[in-house]
């Protein structure tokens, strides 16, 4: 069975532009996470959704949205990019009941110039 | 609300020895807890996770972990390190506020090195 996937690999983009993620979770999946892993910061939750809809998000500024499709797969948006954003971006899956498992891909790494 | 803390930043163990990486945590209400690792360049693996049905926990490569209520910890242990087990291990607790918030709460991380 297919793990968590994540496109692309790597990203670079300038500062002020805007970056796409992308990903697909497992099959049967309904809810997926998503998570910034900077330099120095750790992991931070971002966003969390499920059903198509936003649950959850964590402490970051609006710029950074996202949304869920009818295949549950997810888009995370990261407008006016800053060098800041630059990080490891990590999505996971689960069925979105407490305590689940989140099974997480292989990440995108974006950087800002 | 829930923390993690892990102890150590960076262990280094020799090729055999005994693996031990500490985390600790804080939770209002009975834990799930959970072990991944990160090899370099990665995503997150789960090692092991904790769900209340048996306080020690075995997990994939020889992992295990106990979870001590009392103690309020959940270390993670290899009897014996092989060289393929240097990366980066993360403890984590499922939030949870008045509701599911659907989020893992991480601790910053132990960087396992293993010596030849």
């Known amino acids: 069975e297919a793990g968590v996937t994540q496109s692309p690999t790597h990203l670079i983009k300038t500062r002020g532009q805007q970056a796409t993620l992308r990903c697909s979770p497992i099959?049967?999946?309904?809810?997926v996470y998503w998570y910034q892993q900077a330099l120095g910061l750790g992991l931070q939750f971002l966003l969390w959704?499920?059903?198509?809809?936003?649950?959850n998000r964590g402490n970051f500024p609006p710029r950074f949205s996202g949304r869920q499709f009818p295949n549950y797969s997810s888009e995370l948006n990261v407008n006016a990019l800053e060098l800041e954003d630059s990080a490891l971006y990590l999505c996971?899956?689960?069925?979105?009941?407490?305590?689940?498992?989140?099974?997480f891909g292989p990440g995108t790494r974006l950087l800002v110039l | 609300a829930q923390s993690v803390t892990q102890l150590g930043s960076h262990v280094s163990v020799s090729e055999g020895a005994l693996v031990l990486l500490r985390c600790n945590y804080s939770s209002s209400v009975p834990p799930y807890l959970f072990w991944y690792v990160q090899y370099p360049n990665q995503g997150l693996q789960l090692l092991l996770k904790y769900t209340s049905a048996a306080t020690l926990v075995k997990g994939i490569n020889g992992f295990e972990a106990e979870f001590k209520k009392s103690e309020t910890s959940f270390h993670l242990t290899k009897p014996s390190a092989h060289m393929s087990d240097a990366a980066e291990y993360f403890c984590a607790v499922s939030d949870r506020g008045s509701s599911n918030t659907g989020k893992l709460i991480f601790g910053q991380g132990t960087t396992l090195q293993v010596k030849p």
């Open positions: 996971a899956s689960s069925g979105g009941e407490f305590g689940e498992t989140q099974y």
């Open positions: 959704y499920d059903e198509g809809e936003e649950r």
């Open positions: 099959s049967g999946h309904t809810s």
